[in-house]
């Protein structure tokens, strides 16, 4: 089965501070995502990668930066912590294959920045 | 872009009867779909996938069907159980990006 971890499940941080939320995926995949879920609002994309020390955009970055050095583990950083950014945060891995490249997602991590 | 919507926020049904979840999708040339199922507190998890080239999908109590003339598919669970409880999303593949619903809560009456 595969297995993505997420490195706290409840996190609160205060305004400005500098967060970090770890993921960490087994099963070698190459794709690893972050997403931000909110009430009625679905998942919105905020980066990915697609190997290692590759980053692009999602739909949503501002506020954001990712960081993966290492192809089972993507990093996700708030540079200065904001009360917009309280939300729920998956991360989700895949592997690029010929008729799917379903992503797996993390039990996520719920950050409150107060 | 894509856009992707759930038509009910909440369906409630009882213990043992069929459950019928819907979703929306706006861009034709989606070309592969996951419904996940995400209970409270955890994280999303895969339940099945169909790709453009099919309109239905079978798995163990659970059928996807995809209507590609009107953009709609559709999770089926058969004999809902309590288990079942849970919000339902699905997610459309386009542009080599997934866009994904908001969710529809699943509530079983026993």
């Known amino acids: 089965d595969v297995k993505v971890t997420q490195s706290s499940r409840y996190l609160v941080k205060r305004t400005g501070e500098k967060v970090f939320l770890e993921c960490v995926q087994d099963m070698d995949h190459e794709n690893m995502f972050w997403y931000r879920q909110d009430p009625g609002l679905g998942l919105r994309l905020i980066y990915f990668?697609?190997?290692?020390?590759?980053?692009e955009k999602g739909d949503i970055p501002e506020g954001y930066s990712v960081s993966r050095e290492k192809k089972e583990r993507f990093s996700l950083i708030l540079e200065s912590a904001s009360t917009n950014q309280t939300s729920m945060y998956l991360c989700a891995s895949s592997s690029p294959g010929v008729g799917t490249d379903t992503q797996y997602f993390g039990p996520g991590t719920r950050l409150t920045v107060l | 872009g894509e856009s992707v919507g759930l038509h009910l926020p909440t369906l409630s049904v009882q213990e043992g009867d069929n459950s019928i979840i819907n979703c929306a999708y706006s861009?034709?040339?989606?070309?592969?779909f996951i419904w996940y199922k995400q209970e409270s507190g955890k994280g999303p998890q895969f339940i099945i996938d169909i790709r453009s080239n099919m309109d239905k999908r079978q798995g163990q109590r659970v059928t996807v069907l995809l209507n590609k003339t009107v953009k709609h598919l559709s999770l089926q669970i058969a004999a809902t159980q309590p288990g079942d409880s849970a919000v339902y999303f699905c997610?459309?593949?386009?542009?080599?990006?997934?866009?994904f619903g908001s969710g529809t809560k699943l509530n079983v009456k026993p």
């Open positions: 997610a459309a593949q386009g542009f080599n990006k997934f866009y």
């Open positions: 990668s697609y190997d290692v020390k590759m980053k």
């Open positions: 861009n034709s040339a989606s070309d592969y």
